[in-house]
């Protein structure tokens, strides 16, 4: 089992910025992808940023691209997401993710083997 504890998310205006962490724990050795999916009301799970473990690569949604930052501290097994020039519509509750290479290839909720308790973010005007 691993465990995900998010944490940094809070209420910015239009322009602004956050970073959010997400903890992991347990058997993480058993986690290829890290990943930060967002859900807005009546909306579906989006796949926001991905980090493969083993070689820190990232991948974005089009969305977010120069915009938002995915890392990791191998030694903490700490993932963060860098979020810059906020806009209304990255209003969500962001979660943490994390599962198998096919979490990272695909961005696809549906692969994840592991969830956090979720971070609200809210950008307001």
């Known amino acids: 089992q691993v465990q995900l504890v998010e944490s940094g998310g809070g209420s910015v205006q239009v322009g602004g910025s956050l970073r959010l962490s997400c903890a992991a724990s347990?058997?993480?050795?058993?986690?290829?992808?890290m990943a930060w999916f967002r859900q807005a009301p009546g909306k579906e799970r989006e796949g926001v940023a991905t980090?493969?473990?083993?070689?820190?690569?990232?991948d974005y949604a089009d969305s977010v691209k120069g915009r938002f930052t995915i890392s990791q501290d191998k030694a903490t097994n700490t993932v963060y997401l860098q979020m810059n020039s906020l806009k209304p519509e990255d209003t969500a509750m962001y979660y943490c993710a994390a599962g198998p290479m096919t979490l990272c290839w695909a961005r696809n909720a549906k692969l994840s083997n592991y969830w956090g308790q979720g971070t609200q973010v809210t950008v307001s005007s």
């Open positions: 980090i493969l473990t083993g070689s820190s690569t990232p």
């Open positions: 347990g058997n993480t050795y058993t986690v290829n992808c």
